[in-house]
């Protein structure tokens, strides 16, 4: 089984290079300045989400932000896994599969009662993985952000 491990403020550099990746790929443009900025509180045990680490803490595989929020809809807080990542050359072996089973179990545990997640709706391979791990398609609703 692969290690889920929660983040600490020790682990922010073992952490920004993952990010940066990730960034990179989805063309999210920012710097390691905005991104540390935007993690350290998480790491210093923001209420409003989480950093789990996936795979060795000193060398990890992978990372997983959860945002916490409330919802009357689904009776109390839920989450957003905001980012999801592991290292290209590990993909395809089921981790992804692990983390989004063990995951939900958990913070069920912890009272959440919804999770959600956001996929391009054009990654059908990443939809496929989301559909087997019970995530449903919304189709009445559609996500929309206004930048602050």
């Known amino acids: 089984m692969t290690a889920l491990t929660l983040a600490k403020p020790d682990d922010l550099d073992?952490?920004?290079?993952?990010?940066?990746a990730f960034h990179a790929g989805e063309g999210i443009e920012f710097d390691d300045e905005v991104r540390r900025r935007a993690l350290t509180p998480l790491l210093e045990g923001s209420p409003h989400g989480a950093v789990y680490i996936i795979g060795p803490v000193r060398s990890p595989i992978g990372y997983v932000v959860i945002s916490f929020g409330w919802s009357l809809e689904f009776g109390g807080m839920d989450g957003f896994i905001d980012e999801l990542y592991i290292r290209p050359g590990v993909r395809g072996r089921g981790i992804g599969s692990e983390i989004l089973?063990?995951?939900?179990?958990?913070?069920?545990?912890?009272?959440?009662?919804?999770?959600h997640l956001e996929v391009h709706r054009n990654n059908e391979k990443a939809r496929a993985l989301y559909r087997r791990m019970h995530f449903e398609e919304r189709d009445q609703y559609h996500l929309m952000t206004r930048r602050l």
Do not use: M, N, V
Request: charged share 15%; proline share 9%.
């Open 14 to 20: 073992r952490l920004i290079p993952l990010i940066a």
């Open 101 to 115: 089973s063990s995951l939900p179990k958990a913070l069920a545990g912890a009272g959440l009662r919804a999770l």
